[in-house]
């Protein structure tokens, strides 16, 4: 896709959501958009790859969080993959302070080149299980937001997420559509993570029968220090 059609594409689709994008802006994600396929040759990073899928599956999805977000928030994007959603929101935003978390070294690499030519700045990849991460005593409880796309189950999200943030932050997870039963099951593993749902909004992205959820959650006390259990505890055993 040409430089001109992508600009076009970009903006009708971030006006619909609220976003206005300045031209250093759209020249970051075009190039993003070409790492991603360029690297996509030899390593799985999406299987989405028509340029126009892209813009809206993966960057536009991505941007709707931004207004969940504080000033100045430190954020971090836990199994981040190829950059989704915490790239396109720091292109967005670049009063926030973002830290990219992902377990494979291949996808930190590619992350960092991401960054680096794009020229972004108060952002840094991190290889790391999210579950030792969250132990480390110089990140636990250290955000003031964690975000999440498609990495797993709420009752297992939540033990990723609640133990990074410092209390009174935000949990921002990204779902598809028929939330309620995750909520629902999710509920004990909350309260005893220290956190409160504060809400769920659903909506559509622009021009398309996709349907999402975002489902705000806020730390209003100490994780227990137990929490998260060892790698691959949270997956294999959400708390019931």
């Not at 250093?24 to 040759?41: G, I, P």
């Not at 292109?91 to 680096?116: A, G, Q, W």
């Not at 999210?130 to 990495?151: H, L």
Request: net charge positive.
């Amino acid at each position: 896709m040409l430089k001109k059609e992508f600009s076009k594409i970009i903006h009708e689709y971030s006006n619909e959501i609220g976003v206005s994008l300045n031209e250093k802006q759209v020249n970051q994600f075009y190039n993003y958009m070409k790492l991603l396929l360029q690297w996509n040759e030899k390593m799985n990073l999406t299987a989405i790859t028509e340029p126009e899928q892209i813009i809206l599956k993966h960057f536009i999805d991505s941007m709707t969080i931004s207004k969940y977000i504080e000033d100045g928030a430190k954020l971090i994007d836990v199994g981040t993959g190829a950059g989704f959603p915490g790239i396109p929101v720091k292109i967005i935003r670049e009063d926030i302070e973002v830290t990219l978390l992902d377990s494979l070294n291949k996808r930190i690499n590619f992350l960092k080149e991401v960054i680096s030519q794009l020229e972004l700045t108060k952002i840094e990849s991190v290889h790391f299980r999210v579950e030792e991460f969250g132990k480390n005593k110089s990140y636990r409880e250290s955000f003031d937001c964690a975000t999440s796309r498609a990495v797993a189950n709420l009752s297992t999200l939540v033990e990723y997420l609640i133990p990074l943030l410092k209390v009174d932050g935000f949990c921002i997870s990204m779902k598809g559509p028929n939330i309620e039963s995750e909520i629902q099951e999710s509920k004990n593993a909350i309260l005893l993570l220290g956190g409160k749902v504060e809400r769920v909004e659903k909506f559509q992205l622009p021009r398309s029968d996709m349907d999402r959820n975002v489902v705000v959650i806020r730390k209003v006390k100490h994780t227990p220090a137990k929490f998260p259990r060892k790698p691959g505890m949270p997956s294999k055993e959400p708390i019931k």
